[in-house]
Nanobody
Framework: EVQLVESGGGLAQAGGSLRLSCAAS????????MGWFRQTPGKGREAVSC????????HYSDSVRGRFTISSDDAKKTMYLQMNNLKPEDTAVYYC?????????????????????WGKGILVTVSS
């Protein structure tokens, strides 16, 4: 059974930083895509950033490009999202997602269509 567990959320001030982690277990694909999505009340799910393993490539939404950095540590089976220069509009529940890399042409498609495996989400609150 695939399990994705997010950690690292919480409260930050505008201009501050947080780092989210997503620990994967039961996920055995060497060729994978993983990503971060977020959702706020009354709004649909928004893709934040996705990463593919083969070839190693990343994708960011326009709203976070230049501020957020996605990365993964294959040995630890953990994905990260370093969030810098946070803004109040980044406040949301952030979800980790993962899937086989062969299902998608790359991280752009993975962010666009979503993935099969999801974490339970973690709240990030940015105060002004």
């Amino acid at each position: 059974e695939v399990q994705l567990v997010e950690s690292g959320g919480g409260l930050a001030q505008a201009g501050g930083s947080l780092r989210l982690s997503c620990a994967a277990s039961g996920f055995t694909y060497d060729d994978y895509v993983m990503g971060w999505f977020r959702q706020t009340p009354g709004k649909g799910r928004e893709a934040v950033s996705c990463i593919a393993s083969n070839p190693n490539s990343t994708h960011y939404s326009d709203s976070v490009r230049g501020r957020f950095t996605i990365s993964s540590d294959d040995a630890k089976k953990t994905m990260y999202l370093q969030m810098n220069n946070l803004k109040p509009e980044d406040t949301a529940v952030y979800y980790c997602a993962a899937d086989r890399g062969s299902r998608f042409s790359g991280p752009v498609a993975a962010c666009l269509y979503g993935m099969d495996y999801w974490g339970k989400g973690i709240l990030v609150t940015v105060s002004s």
